[in-house]
């Protein structure tokens, strides 16, 4: 379902042609990271900490060496001198390079439970497995710490014996000076919150707990590295972003940017949980021991154990309202882990958590916190979903008991274009209303509930979208055709929705442009593919290019014919049209071009960091099986302002994997780890995403509210759609039996626990 | 993986020779579901397979006035695809119809889900109420056991080395009498059971005259309860007798918390299950269902 309010009539923008990538990667051509094949390859593989926190005394790697087919061993010695303290930007999250190179190779101490600790290159991959049992490590077995909240304590174990709290906030009374877990204070406020609470009629407070959560993505970390006798290292890797990989290896192997390739190949998901490197760096430090390509990739339970999850976190939500359901005030306390090093999204989240709603008097105050499991990533909407189920939770409580309508009560208080946000900036236009209008008036929100222990719930769910740095060019081949060199990975159909961009901007159809995703040293700087970012940071791009292919196919145009060039137009038809009604097809004068002063090439590089803002209003049906706790989805409606929608099947299809991601969540995916800190569902037989049949047809709405900082209107459409699954769920859990439940995931073993007599 | 060797018998007495050469690092291959996913993890040190898929017992369905007898190998998907056996001992095919999904039923057996031995494994409660019976061949010749008393503990069973199971049989249920299985797990499919249980019942009119209570993970191998037969057999079927079997279930069970299930929670899943499975056991045997 499109409602559509388009400004304009577009000719290929709001189509569904089939994208580009399509039969490669449904026949199984396209070629993944695991499809690299290199004359000479060796093969790797990682050598893991059995345990949470430990001193490494010594790595005994002689009798691995000995093994025959075995070429190298490598340990965090190799990498040489420490990187340093310099920050590698990876779009989402950034990274301190020394913390970096510690977490690809533990040095002195492992953090977590899979934390790698050695690498093996062997002439194959069972010998490669075989060595690891003969490397001999001596731990000394330290106190570790997984829970956030017991992180923060003054008598934690301390993971990183260099780290002192940052604090930004004015108002901060944690000391900086001594050694502790908790890497960053800060406190965002807006108003004053005391006066705030005092104007409200009703208050409601509640604390939650949110557990870590996988990007599950199905392919795998993978690496291929060949570091050459000139020095020149090239990595095959599925990622999300090509540069930040090269950047980070730059920092981590000490060579200079401009010696290193990194050549993108098709990837498998990612949501955030590829945007830094972990293989990539110890393939190449191989690579370099032993002269040949190396290729390394994980194993699922090494994927679970050691890369991406999003945080846990502990939350304590405070909102305040007048009788008239007018918010006065708000305050979020929200504790993150970050994982072994610091970086948690709790920054994101805590300017995430009121923004739906337009409250003059809040403070949120967050903390990032160390703890002994794996570094956190980027991970959909990253830090959103927790913040703001905590705040939705709340709402949903304040609207009981106001009375007032749940979608009502956050239609009277909305953000709208002009609304400050959490940080004083003032909104650009966007949709919250209209999202909100349309939950209203949706028909499932008007349809009858039936059955035993059936519930109904809402909320909604807000996030920034990214703009940042990208490049790309295009050339007019002599048949008409355009060709579009692509700096981003396509992750989530970005080939299509940046070929379709060029071909409206151009007049031409989505065939005419040939879309092709290249290495680092073929285009030029190109942010990640994350943050929502790509389509329109890539399209404001393609847009870039197509005018200036324009402007020149007219000069050839007016060259021709013999005409000034301001009496030549390019029409929206593709074609370009002169006086005494000349006219020239885009492919005619492209047949052209090279007899006539040279063929057409261009390129543009551009950085844009206005945000187009989307929200999402989700509503959901279920049924509890109270003797089990098990639930049901029985309908799910995820409506969302999309901006445009460029290619409106690749954007139902973001918001129903985000909304299926968002389920998963709620219901039961967790981390499960034992007394000894030792991740036990390292597997997706027991880490337990929705598969296919757990799932109903997510229907989706898409509301088209195009941001004005587009030359097409595009919103980042990917990310917001996981946040407001978790609040959804958990009132149509409370709707449905009458228990709240404040700590995710909401599995029937909670339910079950929470509910039975005795 | 370590590098494994494969051979393929094509006789029973093959199969034998090649178990006991191989000794205690051989194992028989028959869907490889279990086997082969323990083998690439490192999970078992194996150096030998004995691909018994290619013996033409194993792989026979046969049907006589007795009842079916099932070869081992026979997959999954051929056991719920014989209309004999849905309707005759629906129990097993309830089970056969979850274990993984349809491309794992395309190669999972019968014979490696009980030698496999997990006291999770589905469709070994079914069986055990059904009155199952593992035929087994080794060095010594053939001998039954019944599939009540094959599994010994976790992974362990009564084969001893070079023995292997070639086929299993299920005796014909007297007439009036109905059999049902059910599990929980989280999720609709790719889980192992928190609980699964396997019911059989015999009715004459409102009175039950016979019946039996098998459960799943709830204890170190799969188990009969007794005592939930004995809250029903001679007793008319009402809601409390139905709920004094599931009590009696409840209370036989030992589970252990674990990541896939507490002890209060499976303590109260088997009550829950078997009273649901009970109650379809005897729609089945009034022929309702
Ligand atoms: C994705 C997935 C999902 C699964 N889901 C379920 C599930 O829902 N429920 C469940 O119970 N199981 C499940 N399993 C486990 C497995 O599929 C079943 O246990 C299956 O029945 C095993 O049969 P198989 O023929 O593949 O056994 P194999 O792997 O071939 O053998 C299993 C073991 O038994 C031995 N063996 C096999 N046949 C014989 C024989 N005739 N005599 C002696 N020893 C023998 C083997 O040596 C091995 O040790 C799942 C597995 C996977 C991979």
Known sequence: MVSTEKPRQYKVVGTRPIRPDGVDKVTGRAAYGADTKAEGMLFGAVLRSPHAHAIIKSIDTSKAEALPGVKAVVTARDFGAHAGGGVVD????????????????????????????????????????DALALIDVQYEVLPFVIDVREAMLDTAPILLDDLRTTVRAANSTLPTDKPTNIALHMSLEKGDLEKGMAEADVIVEREFETGMFHQGYIEPQNATAFWNRDGEITVWTSTQGAFSV??????????????????????????????????????ALLSRKTGHPVKLWMTREAVFQATGPTSATYMRVKMGAKRDGTFTGAYAYLAYEA????????????????????????????????????????????????????????????????????????????????????????????????????MKSHPHYASELTGEDVGRGVAVGFWFNGGMESSSSAAVNSDGTVSLILGSTDIGGSRASLAMQLAETLGLTMDDVKPQVVDTDSVGWTHVTGGSRTTFAGGWVAYELGMQIREQMRERAAQIWEVDADKVTYGDDGAIH?????????????????????RIAVSASLTKNTQGPAYAGHIVDLKVDRDTGKVEILRYTAIQDVGTAIHPSYVEGQIQGGVAQGIGMALNEEYIYDDEGRLRNG??????????NDLPMIDTVLIEVPNPGHPYGVRGVGEVPIVPPMAAIQQAIYDAIGTRFYVTPISPRRILEETMPD | MQPVKYKRATSVAEAVSLLQGGGEFARPLAGGTDVIV????????????VDIKHIPELMAISHDANGVTIGAAVPLHLVYGDAKIVSQWPAVTEAAHVIGGTAIQGRAT????????????????????????AHIAGPNGKRDVSVREFCTAPGRNVLALGEFVVSISLPKPPAGSGGAWQRFIPRNEMDIAVVNAGVWVQLDGANVTDARFALGAVAPTPIMVPAAAEALIGKPLSDATIAAAGDAAKAAAKPIDDMRGSVKQRKHLAKVLTERTLRHAIERARGQA
Do not use: W
Request: charged share 20%; glycine share 10%.
């Open chain 1, 578 to 598: 002169g006086p005494d009604s000349k006219t020239m097809s885009f492919a005619e004068l492209s047949g052209q071009l090279a007899a006539t002063g040279g």
């Open chain 1, 339 to 438: 994982g072994a090093f610091p970086g948690s999204p709790m920054g994101a989240g805590a300017q995430c958590a009121f923004a739906p709603y337009n409250i003059p008097n809040q403070t949120v105050e967050g903390f990032d916190v160390v703890i002994n499991g794996p570094k956190t990533a980027a991970y959909r909407a990253p830090g959103a979903p927790a913040s703001e189920f905590a705040v939705e939770a709340v709402v949903n409580e304040l609207a009981e008991q106001l009375e007032i309508d749940p979608i009502e009560l956050r239609l009277r208080n909305a953000s709208k274009e002009g609304t400050p946000n959490t940080v004083g900036q003032p909104f650009p236009r966007i949709g919250a209303v209209e999202v909100m209008d349309a």
């Open chain 2, 110 to 133: 019968l014979g490696g889900n009980l030698c496999n031995s997990s006291p999770a494994a589905d469709s070994i409660p079914a069986m055990m109420v059904l009155d199952a019976v």
């Open chain 1, 683 to 692: 597997s997706f037989l027991d880490y337990r995403m929705p598969v296919a």
């Open chain 1, 246 to 283: 090269r950047d980070a290896m730059a920092a981590l192997c000490k060579v200079p940017v401009s010696k290193i390739k990194i050549v993108p190949m098709e990837i498998g998901g990612g949501f955030g949980g590829k945007l830094g490197v972990y293989l990539e760096p110890i393939a």
């Open chain 2, 38 to 49: 323990q083998a690439r993890e490192r999970r078992r040190d194996i150096d030998l397979f």
């Open chain 1, 90 to 129: 990876l779009g989402e999250t950034r990274g301190q390079a020394n913390y970096m190179q510690d977490n690809v190779l533990a040095n002195h101490k492992v953090l977590y439970h899979g934390h790698a600790v050695a690498g093996v290159a062997a002439t194959d991959q069972h010998i490669a497995e």
